[in-house]
C-alpha cells in the first residue's frame, strides 16, 4: 500500500512569511505525528493528531499550529517564519492512538527561510 | 524526563567491519526501545525494536538487546556494509507523555 505522502518536498520563504506543509498518512492510519529535525537539535516532536483532535503537543511556540481532516489527511502551519524555522519536517502515521508503537514516516518537506 | 542518547557521530568503518552504536536511556517504567534509520533522502524507517527488558530485536543482519539494568540498547552489525550508510535513531516510547522520544541521531559512513 502508498507510504505517508509529504508535499511540498521542498520550499523556501522569507522571514515573516507563513507556510503551510501537507501530509496524506498511509491508507487506515489514524494517527498523524509530525517532527522538526535540524542537524543540531535532532528530531523534535511538534504534535500528533487522532481523530482530529490533538492529542499531544510538544515544546514549540504557538506560531506552530496544525490540524486533521475526517479522512486522517494532516497540516501542519507555521507563522511569521523566523531563520530557526529552516529545518526537514518531517510527517509520520500510525494505526495506533498514542505513539506507543511503530511509526511510518514521510521523507519530509524541507524548509529554508531566508 | 525521558530521554536517550546516543554515541555522537560520524562513524567511519570499513566494509565488513564490525559495528557498535552506543544508545543509552532514561525513562520511568518499562518503555519499549526502537531503532529507526534514515537513508540519504528518505524519512525514518524502524530498523527493529524491543519490548521488554532482554528482549533482542534484530533485522538486515542488525540487533540490540534492550538491557534493563544498564539502561542500553547498543546497536550491532557483524558485517557492515556501503549501503548501510545512513542515520541511525534510538528512541523509547516515553509511556507517560504518550509520545516517541528520540536520540540525537548517530550518521554512519562505510567506505568500500
Known amino acids: 500500500k502508498a507510504g505517508v505522502t509529504q508535499t511540498p518536498r521542498y520550499l523556501i520563504k522569507t522571514r515573516g512569511q507563513q507556510v503551510t506543509l501537507s501530509c496524506s498518512p498511509i491508507s487506515g492510519h489514524r494517527s498523524v505525528s509530525w517532527y522538526q529535525q535540524t542537524p543540531g537539535q535532532g528530531l523534535q516532536f511538534l504534535f500528533e493528531y487522532f481523530s482530529e483532535t490533538q492529542r499531544n503537543k510538544g515544546n514549540f511556540p504557538g506560531r506552530f499550529s496544525g490540524r486533521q481532516f475526517s479522512n486522517s489527511r494532516s497540516e501542519m502551519n507555521v507563522s511569521t517564519l523566523e531563520l530557526g524555522d529552516s529545518a526537514l519536517y518531517l510527517c509520520?502515521?500510525?494505526?495506533?492512538?498514542?505513539?506507543?508503537?511503530?511509526?511510518?514516516f514521510g521523507e519530509g518537506s524541507r524548509l529554508t527561510v531566508l | 524526563g525521558n530521554s536517550v542518547t546516543q554515541m555522537e557521530g560520524p562513524v567511519t568503518l570499513s566494509e565488513e567491519a564490525f559495528l557498535t552504536i552506543n544508545c543509552t536511556y532514561t525513562?520511568?517504567?518499562?518503555?519499549?526501545l526502537f531503532w529507526y534509520v534514515q537513508y540519504p533522502g528518505e524519512g525514518l524507517q524502524l530498523l527493529l525494536k524491543a519490548t521488554k527488558a532482554d528482549d533482542k530485536g534484530s533485522n538486515k543482519g542488525f540487533e540490540a538487546t534492550y538491557r534493563k539494568e544498564t539502561t542500553s540498547f547498543h546497536l550491532e552489525k557483524g558485517s557492515v556494509q556501503v549501503s548501510d550508510s545512513a542515520v541511525y535513531f534510538c528512541?523509547?516510547?516515553?509511556?507517560?507523555?504518550?509520545?516517541?522520544?528520540f536520540g540525537k541521531g548517530t550518521r554512519l559512513h562505510i567506505l568500500p
Open positions: 525513562a520511568t517504567g518499562y518503555p519499549s
Open positions: 528512541a523509547l516510547s516515553d509511556r507517560e507523555n504518550d509520545k516517541i522520544i
Open positions: 509520520a502515521s500510525s494505526h495506533r492512538q498514542g505513539n506507543t508503537g511503530e511509526l511510518f
